[in-house]
Nanobody, 126 residues
């Protein structure tokens, strides 16, 4: 059974940076999967943040994080990262990692991912 475990969340001041990690276990085909990050703020629906295709494919970002967030992956470690710079209070949310094992069947911003992590809290506040 595939398991995704996020880490790296926490409290950071506005303008600060964080790096989120998501490690996938029992993921023999990890390199072929599209990996995504979503977030859910209090009282709001879960929204797409970023996604990265497998094996050198393109990266995708929602407009509000373009130029500030960078997604990357290490297929040898079955891990995907989200580097978040210039954080704003509106970035406060629970961040979820997700894996799409059949990326050709849905666009990257669709929530139709097969596996989800438990989430990690990111709070941006002074």
């Amino acid at each position: 059974q595939v398991e995704l475990v996020e880490s790296g969340g926490g409290l950071v001041q506005p303008g600060g940076s964080l790096i989120l990690s998501c490690a996938a276990s029992s993921a023999r085909s990890f390199g072929n999967w599209r990996m995504g990050w979503f977030r859910q703020a209090p009282g709001k629906e879960r929204e797409f943040v970023s996604a990265l295709s497998g094996r050198g494919g393109p990266a995708y970002y929602t407009d509000s994080v373009k130029g500030r967030f960078t997604i990357s992956r290490d297929n040898a470690k079955n891990t995907v990262y989200l580097r978040m710079n210039s954080l704003k209070s509106e970035d406060t949310a629970v961040y979820y990692c997700a894996a799409n094992t059949k990326p050709s069947e849905s666009p990257p911003e669709s929530p139709r991912y097969n596996y989800w992590g438990q989430g990690t809290q990111v709070t941006v506040s002074s």
